[in-house]
């Protein structure tokens, strides 16, 4: 089989689904208890120590309850794409999920579809119900805090807009904002690609090995730009004049370097099918 096939991909996906619906359950439920603690306990603390303030920092708190979920969000999402390959790890499993009759790069998108889009809706129904069972929680409380997700949803509103806006706007160099944004965008989607590749590469615990691996390369690019820039403020402008002149460049690499981190995912995936992962 070497042509792709709506019907068997559909088909695989739902095996994806069935077959591992034990560790489906686990990850909407440990998404739920995040999403919940971080925000019964950020509005408790935040109502206590108002006292006789004014009700109308109610409203604060609650946006920054809807703030804090996109933290939550990203910590979710980044657990999720470690545990792609989690179920792979005996020689049974790999086998048998070798002799299924669909095609490696069907298998992979099932896996990476199912872990993307699917976390992403189990992260957001998670949301919700963490925050209608906090205002349950809540609700014999003097001050009322309402829902959190309207005020998700205008941040994310107001980001996008912001986006669009900020292409119209230019630094000191001559470089649009938007351009800022969508480097840092593409930083953000390299280490979801990460994290994905990690969970290819490591038996067990491919999150916090994962993780482990981001901070030591971000605190080593620290130190890094922090010894050339300390030398002088002149350095430090001239770099800043290099990187803005050259940051188109960089983000299209940046892109250029997901796309060849997710072949490589792939092709390591085709490899474990038959060989164990050699990786702690």
């Not at 920092?57 to 809807?66: E, H, K, P």
């Not at 809706?121 to 925050?131: G, I, K, T």
């Not at 998700?152 to 996008?160: H, K, L």
């Not at 092709?267 to 038959?274: A, G």
Request: aromatic share 16%; with cysteine.
């Amino acid at each position: 089989m070497k042509n792709f096939d709506k019907e068997r991909f559909v088909q695989l996906l739902k095996y994806d689904v069935v077959s591992n619906w034990r560790n489906h359950v686990s990850f909407a439920i440990g998404a739920f208890l995040a999403h919940f603690a971080v925000q019964f306990g950020m509005i408790y603390f935040s109502v206590k120590n108002m006292y006789n303030s004014l009700p109308e920092r109610a409203g604060n708190i609650c946006r920054d309850a809807a703030s804090i979920s996109f933290v939550v969000s990203y910590i979710v999402f980044s657990v999720a794409l470690s545990l792609m390959f989690a179920n792979l790890k005996t020689k049974p499993k790999r086998i048998a999920y070798l002799m299924l009759p669909a095609t490696n790069v069907e298998k992979f998108l099932s896996r990476f579809l199912l872990f993307t889009l699917g976390a992403g809706v189990v992260n957001f129904v998670a949301f919700v119900f963490a925050d209608l069972l906090r205002m349950l929680a809540l609700s014999g409380m003097w001050v009322r805090v309402n829902s959190a997700v309207p005020e998700a949803f205008c941040c994310i509103q107001a980001a996008f807009t912001e986006f669009l806006q900020s292409w119209s706007r230019f630094s000191y160099t001559g470089i649009s904002e938007g351009l800022y944004a969508l480097f840092l965008f593409s930083l953000l989607l390299l280490q979801f690609v990460l994290f994905v590749l990690g969970s290819v590469l490591f038996r067990n615990r491919a999150f916090l090995k994962t993780a482990a691996c981001l901070l030591g390369l971000g605190i080593f690019m620290s130190v890094l730009v922090s010894s050339v820039t300390c030398m002088s403020l002149k350095n430090t402008i001239f770099l800043t004049l290099v990187f803005d002149n050259w940051l188109l460049v960089i983000t299209q690499l940046f892109f250029v370097l997901e796309v060849v981190l997710l072949w490589f995912s792939y092709r390591l995936f085709k490899r474990m099918q038959v060989v164990s992962r050699k990786l702690f």
